[in-house]
């Protein structure tokens, strides 16, 4: 329930990135929640525009670049740990 609720609250699921607080807007477009639903609807509705593309792409290829890294050393961490019983 944290989890989900934390993605729909970043994301602007729940109030729009654009109403929160400056602070609340920084912190929630440094997560990668906002790139699920505030941005596309930033470019469907205008707000940004279509040039800064490019750069909304970049974000979204650091985010998917740094997550597969920290979930491969999560993993390489548990397989370490598991032990398997059974015959």
Do not use: N
């Not at 729009?16 to 912190?27: D, K, R, S």
């Not at 505030?38 to 593309?53: C, E, M, Q, Y």
């Not at 290829?61 to 890294?69: A, N």
Request: hydrophobic content about 60%; proline content about 7%; glycine content about 8%.
């Amino acid at each position: 329930m944290v989890r989900v609720g934390t993605a729909t609250f970043f994301s602007g699921a729940l109030v729009p990135l654009a109403m929160m607080p400056a602070w609340l807007q920084q912190v929630a477009a440094a997560l990668p929640f906002a790139q699920a639903l505030a941005v596309p609807t930033s470019f469907l509705s205008g707000v940004t525009p279509v040039t800064d593309a490019p750069r909304v792409w970049l974000i979204q290829l650091l985010w998917l670049v740094g997550l597969f890294g920290l979930s491969r050393w999560i993993f390489s961490l548990a397989v370490r740990k598991v032990t398997v019983q059974g015959g």
